[in-house]
């Protein structure tokens, strides 16, 4: 399937985003640092690892086996067939700083709400839901229905799976839901994290609301309303941010560390808010960065969806983050 020329000028509408972001703080209540933001912003607009980051690539999924095990009855059943999956199923690499899709006002179930640009936050911009519906607008098999297997925000980049039949989603929304897959992120998070290379850490902390802002959720082993939440993380690599990461008026040597993050629940912000409960939030994240990391602006949030497996299908997905570009390593 080709892409369609709303994909074509990536770098035109990352520009357009920025300026976005630019109008907002103008038309807010000024706070004393918003000048200084709004010209790290500008320096933005000329940042080549953003530009050229707005690209929706579909990748390939590796196949072992389309038998799963029933552990109900300890028989085997086949699931799904190989063709099924390569035809109804999709695996996107979902670039950073993009809606999944536009806000529904379900009072007013408006199926023509992405023709127009009024719920967009400016008008070049594009969607997971955009990129689908330009890709599939022709297909015979799909009924026109937008059907997301598993979430991934905003800011995050990754592996994000989508459903062309409603049979097909249904099969695999139940793996996510019964927590049959395996999930790994990988991120660089601020300052060094007090593990060796290869060693790991286990997270295991209930999440909430934050109570004060709904946009933030918080840990906590007191509230009674909190979700059970378990997070293991993986030191990778210790270093230095390189300065092509980064945004600021001069050079800044920032110690960050590689790591790789295996879920085993899936809550809201799960990973931003376990590892700012380390002490160690992710590079580039606003909602949870302590006072002193919101000075520098990276060019993106560094969160990537970097595996998937489902094993009862014998389906793993790669799409490695290269994250380890963006440092210096650290010497022993």
């Known amino acids: 399937m080709s892409t369609t020329p709303l994909f074509v000028d990536s770098t035109s509408i990352r520009v357009a985003q920025i300026t976005s972001w ?28 953003f530009l050229n980051s707005l690209h929706f690539q579909r990748l390939s999924c590796q196949i072992t086996s389309v038998v799963s095990d029933d552990h109900n009855t300890n028989k085997k059943k086949k699931v799904v067939d190989l063709d099924r ?22 009072k007013e179930n408006n199926p023509e709400r992405y023709h127009g640009n009024s719920n967009r936050h400016f008008k070049e911009e594009v969607t997971v839901e955009d990129w689908f519906r330009a890709e599939y607008q ?67 902390v209930p999440i909430c609301d934050d109570g004060l802002n709904f946009a933030r959720k918080t840990c906590t082993i007191n509230d009674p309303g909190a979700q ?36 085993l629940t899936g809550r809201r912000h799960q990973i931003r808010v376990h590892l700012h409960h380390l002490n160690h939030p992710i590079v580039g994240d606003g909602t949870y960065a302590k006072v002193g990391e919101k000075d520098m602006i990276p060019y993106r949030m560094f969160l990537h969806a970097a595996s998937l497996e489902l094993p009862s299908f014998g389906i793993t ?10 440092m210096i390593i650290k010497e022993s």
């Open 228 to 263: 059970s939440a378990t997070t293991h993380v993986n030191v990778i690599q210790h270093g230095f941010l390189s300065s092509e990461a980064f945004v600021t008026e001069k050079e800044q040597k920032i110690p960050v560390t590689f790591v790789r993050v295996r879920i």
């Open 317 to 326: 997905v790669i799409s490695p983050s290269h994250f380890g570009k963006e």
């Open 22 to 49: 630019i109008n907002g703080l103008s038309t807010e209540n000024r706070e004393p640092d918003t000048d200084r933001k709004i010209t790290l912003l500008q320096k933005l607009a000329h940042h080549p690892r």
């Open 138 to 204: 022709n297909s015979e098999i799909w009924d026109g229905k937008i059907r997301f297997v598993n979430q991934l925000d905003f800011a995050t980049s990754g592996i994000n799976v989508l459903a062309v039949t409603k049979k097909m989603g249904s099969v695999f929304q139940q793996e996510f839901q019964e927590r049959r897959t395996i999930k790994i992120y990988e991120a660089l998070v601020h300052g060094w994290v007090d593990l060796g290379d290869g060693e790991h850490r286990i997270i295991d």
């Open 85 to 106: 999956v390569q035809n109804e199923i999709v695996f996107l690499e979902k670039p950073c700083d993009v809606r999944l899709d536009l806000p529904v006002d379900k």
